[in-house]
C-alpha cells in the first residue's frame, strides 16, 4: 500500500472542504502543499508559524478526522513550516515541528530564531518604582472589535489583532504589522486590541502612541537631555501600539532607539503592534535591520472592503447612530464611494446632514446629490505620483525627465515646484519626498520648498505657474 502525499492531502481536502466555509478553506486549506507520507505520517507545509498555530487552533478537529480515515486511527500529521527570514540570513530554512494531531502540540515549545539576538540594554538609571506608575493607555473606547466589521479585506488582521489581545506577547505574531491605505480602519483595529487587552488584563500597561508623537518625544528627550527616561519608559510597557510606522522613514536617530525599545520588549516576551500605510518591502529609508523585524511577527494587510463588507459598515453605522435609511440609499452610498471606509463614513454623515437641514426625506436622489458633490470635495487627498504627474504635464516633461539628474533650470524648477506641492499637499515627510521625486535628500525638498516660496515671491511668471498648479491640484 503506497499512497502519494497528494492522493492522502486531496482526500483529506475534499472532507474538510465539505465541512468548513469556503472562504475559510480557501484562506487556510488550498496553500497548504502536502510534502510527504510514510506509514501514519502525513507531512504538510504551511506558510508560516502563524498558519501552523491558526490550524491548531481551529482546525486540529477536522484535521484529526480527515487524516484518521485516510491513514487509520495512529495517523499524525507533521507540519513544516516555510520560515521567511531570521537574522540577516536570506536564505528561508525550513523549521519542522512533529505533531502528534493533538492539542499536546500547542504547549510545545518552538525555538525562537530570536535568541541569538542579545543587544541588552544595560541601564544604570533604573528609576525605583516605575513599574507602578499609571500610564494613560491613551486608547479610543469606542474603536472596539465589535464595531469593527468583518470582512474578506480585513479578516487576517481582525482575526490576528484578537489572538493577540486574548494572549498578548504570547503568539508568534510578534510584531503584528497591520498595514494597508488609508482610511481602511488601520487605526480603529490597532485601538481595538489595546481596548480589549486592557479589558482582559487590566494589569498590563498598555500603550498606543503615533509614531509622529514618538518621535516627537524623543526629539525632546535628546534636547533636554533625558534620552534614557524615554527609553526607559517605554521598556515598561506590556503592549505597545505604533501607529503610521511609515513615519519613521528617514528618522535615524528615532529609527534607532525604536530598535532599541523594540528589542528589549520583544526579548521579554512583550507585545508590539505596528501599523503602516506600506507594505515593509514598500517602506522607504527605513533601516534593513528595523525592517527585517518588522517582518518577524505576522505582516497583516487591510484592503479595500467589498461591496458587501461596505453594505454591512453603514449599516452598523447607522445602527449605532439610530439613523434609519432605506436600503437602496445605502447601496447606492456603498456601491458609489469604494475607495475607503473614512469616505463611507464621510458620505454618509454629509447625507444624513443634508436631508435634516434642507427637511428632506433620504433618497436615492438625494444621495445621487449629496456624493456628486462629496467626491468632488474629496479629490483633495493628492499621492506624490499624482503630483509628479500634474507638474510635468503642465512643463510638458515626462516624469522621467522630472526626475533626472540635469541641472537645467526649467527641469530644476518643476522638479522643485513638485517637491513643493508634494510638501504641501501630502502628509509625506521631507525624506520620503526627496526618495520618492528623483531619489532626493531631505535637505534638497527643504530647499526646493524654500526656493519657491521665493521665487513666486519675486518672480512673476514662476508664481503664475504656481498658482496655476495649485488650481489644478485643488480640484
Ligand atoms: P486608517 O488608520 O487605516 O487610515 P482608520 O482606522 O482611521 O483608518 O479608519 C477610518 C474610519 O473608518 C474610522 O472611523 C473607523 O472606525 C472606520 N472603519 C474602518 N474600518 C472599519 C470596519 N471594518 N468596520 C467599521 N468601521 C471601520
Ligand atoms: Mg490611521
Redesign the pocket.
Known amino acids: 500500500m503506497s499512497q502519494t502525499p497528494s492522493a492522502v492531502w486531496n482526500n483529506c481536502l475534499s472532507f474538510i472542504k465539505d465541512n468548513i466555509q469556503p472562504q475559510a478553506y480557501k484562506t487556510w486549506f488550498v496553500p497548504i502543499i502536502p510534502v510527504k507520507v510514510t506509514n501514519d505520517v502525513l507531512s504538510i507545509q504551511v506558510p508560516s508559524k502563524f498558519f501552523y498555530e491558526w490550524l491548531e487552533e481551529h482546525y486540529v478537529k477536522i484535521l484529526r478526522i480527515a487524516l484518521t480515515k485516510e491513514l487509520g486511527p495512529k495517523a499524525r500529521l507533521v507540519y513544516i513550516i516555510k520560515m521567511e527570514n531570521t537574522f540577516g540570513n536570506k536564505m528561508p530554512f525550513t523549521e519542522k515541528i512533529p505533531s502528534s494531531s493533538s492539542s499536546s502540540i500547542k504547549s510545545q515549545s518552538i525555538e525562537s530564531p530570536f535568541s541569538t539576538f542579545a543587544s541588552e540594554l544595560k541601564n544604570p538609571f533604573v528609576i525605583p518604582g516605575i513599574r507602578n506608575l499609571q500610564i494613560e493607555s491613551q486608547l479610543n473606547p469606542?474603536?472596539t472589535f465589535e464595531?469593527?466589521?468583518?470582512?474578506d479585506?480585513?479578516r487576517l488582521g481582525?482575526s490576528a489583532g484578537i489572538a493577540v489581545s486574548n494572549k498578548p506577547g504570547g503568539t508568534s505574531f510578534n510584531p503584528l504589522l497591520i498595514y494597508?491605505?488609508?482610511?481602511?480602519?488601520?487605526?480603529?483595529?490597532?485601538?481595538a486590541i489595546g481596548v480589549d487587552v486592557k479589558q482582559k488584563y487590566p494589569d498590563k500597561t498598555v500603550l498606543y502612541i503615533s509614531a509622529e508623537k514618538f518621535t516627537q518625544q524623543y526629539v525632546d528627550s535628546v534636547k533636554k537631555n533625558n534620552r534614557n527616561d524615554f527609553i526607559h519608559f517605554y521598556q515598561v510597557i506590556d503592549v505597545l501600539i505604533v501607529?503610521?510606522v511609515q513615519f519613521l522613514s528617514g528618522k535615524s536617530g528615532t529609527q534607532d532607539v525604536f530598535f532599541h525599545i523594540f528589542n528589549h520588549l520583544h526579548q521579554n516576551g512583550k507585545q508590539v503592534i505596528l501599523?503602516s500605510?506600506k507594505a515593509p518591502i514598500d517602506m522607504q529609508d527605513i533601516e534593513q535591520r528595523l525592517l527585517s523585524r518588522f517582518k518577524w511577527g505576522l505582516s497583516a494587510e487591510?484592503q479595500n472592503?467589498s461591496f458587501e463588507?461596505r453594505v454591512?459598515?453603514l449599516k452598523?453605522?447607522l445602527y449605532r447612530d439610530g439613523v434609519e435609511i432605506e436600503d437602496d440609499v445605502i447601496e447606492f452610498v456603498a456601491k458609489n464611494i469604494n475607495s475607503?471606509?473614512?469616505e463611507?463614513?464621510g458620505a454618509i454623515i454629509s447625507l444624513i446632514a443634508q436631508s435634516s437641514f434642507n427637511k428632506a426625506e433620504i433618497t436615492v436622489e438625494l444621495a445621487k446629490e449629496v456624493i456628486n458633490k462629496f467626491v468632488k470635495n474629496n479629490r483633495r487627498e493628492v499621492s506624490i505620483d499624482y503630483i509628479q504627474k500634474v507638474v510635468s504635464d503642465y512643463f510638458q516633461m515626462d516624469i522621467q525627465t522630472l526626475q533626472s539628474k540635469t541641472r537645467k533650470r526649467h527641469i530644476v524648477q518643476a522638479r522643485q515646484i513638485a517637491m513643493y506641492f508634494a510638501k504641501k499637499f501630502t502628509k509625506a515627510s521631507l525624506a520620503s519626498i526627496g526618495t520618492q521625486i528623483g531619489r532626493r535628500d531631505h535637505a534638497t525638498v527643504l530647499h526646493a520648498c524654500k526656493t519657491v516660496d521665493n521665487l513666486s515671491f519675486t518672480d512673476k511668471q514662476f508664481r503664475k505657474y504656481v498658482e496655476d498648479l495649485n488650481q489644478k491640484l485643488s480640484n
Do not use: C, M
Request: zero cysteines; proline letters at 3%; a negative charge.
Open positions: 469606542n474603536y464595531n469593527f466589521l468583518e470582512g479585506s480585513n481582525r494597508g491605505g488609508v482610511g481602511l480602519g488601520k487605526t480603529h483595529l490597532a485601538h501607529d503610521d501599523t500605510d487591510i472592503p463588507t454591512l459598515i452598523n453605522k475607503n471606509v473614512r463611507l463614513e
